[in-house]
């Protein structure tokens, strides 16, 4: 069955949910997007991801053409209009059509769509088996050039690392911040386990503010587990005795080695399996109906 897009206002066949090619999100990059998910019609934490869509809006100085709760009823119709019990959301605004110059002013009114569908980042092999990673050559935009709690369009930093990790024949890259301290992955937040600590890198280096990072950090934290924001060097990685990826899209994944590196056991440890437990029965029973 084909899908059905909310697009600029109404709802339209995947075949007809065209964009101008002078819309500024395909020519610059320019506009914000959400990933969220649906478990068992009840979508997750949607509230968190609408705030972070409206803050990454303003930081880039772009009017999202609709009120919030107007925009959380449309990504509630867009799940049941495609009849969909698990998926995932992707909610994106552009500036919109304007010229060919970079002025955000040429572009009157934003474009907005909605599309709803089913995703699978990884083998589902690795989640239980625990995945290798690689250290990416390409460095993440610094945090004064690119304002990393804008989740935007523009993904190109992250693309060259995904090629690096495409070239060292590994799922996933692990991106260093341009001093040198571990940042987070191409697509996902990184966690590590030390000593009984979790630790995962700051925003202020450059990482994503996840909402996926902030729920695993709360249910650490009702088990008992100090949870903490820390700057990592790559060269403490063989001192870490568990390490997982977390993302919307990703959920929680294990990683076992890291290039040469292995972590820990080189297998799943307690803490990770223990916090996929804890997160697959918060994603059942926590969300918004449609």
Avoid: W
Wanted: hydrophobic share 40%.
């Amino acid at each position: 069955m084909a899908l059905k897009i909310f697009f600029n206002g109404k709802f339209v066949s995947e075949e007809d949910a065209k964009i101008s090619v002078f819309d500024h999100g395909v020519l610059y990059g320019d506009g914000v997007f959400e990933g969220i998910r649906s478990y068992k019609r009840k979508v997750f934490r949607l509230d968190e991801h609408l705030d972070r869509l409206y803050s990454s809006a303003e930081a880039i100085r772009l009017k999202i053409p609709v009120e919030k709760d107007t925009f959380r009823s449309r990504i509630l119709e867009t799940l049941a209009m495609n009849n969909l019990a698990d998926a995932y959301v992707r909610a994106v605004v552009t500036r919109g059509p304007g010229d060919l110059g970079l002025d955000p002013r040429k572009c009157p009114v934003p474009t907005m769509f909605i599309i709803a569908d089913k995703i699978a980042l990884y083998p589902e092999a690795l989640y239980k088996g625990g995945m290798p990673i690689t250290i990416a050559k390409t460095r993440r935009n610094h945090p004064s050039a690119m304002n990393p709690r804008v989740k935007s369009l523009n993904y190109l930093n992250n693309i060259f690392g995904k090629i690096d990790a495409i070239d060292a024949g590994t799922e996933e890259a692990l991106m260093l911040s341009v001093e040198g301290y571990i940042v987070e992955c191409t697509g996902d937040n990184i966690f590590f386990v030390k000593d009984g600590v979790l630790m995962t890198p700051p925003c202020d280096i450059g990482s994503l503010e996840g909402i996926t990072q902030k729920a695993v950090m709360g249910l650490a934290r009702k088990r008992g587990i100090e949870a903490k924001f820390a700057k990592i060097k790559p060269a403490e990685i063989p001192t870490m005795e568990e390490c997982f990826l977390t993302g919307t899209a990703a959920e929680i994944i294990p990683v076992i080695k890291i290039d040469d590196k292995t972590v820990g056991v080189g297998s799943p440890g307690p803490v990770t399996k223990q916090l996929l437990q804890d997160y697959k029965e918060l994603t059942e029973k926590e969300g918004t109906a449609y």
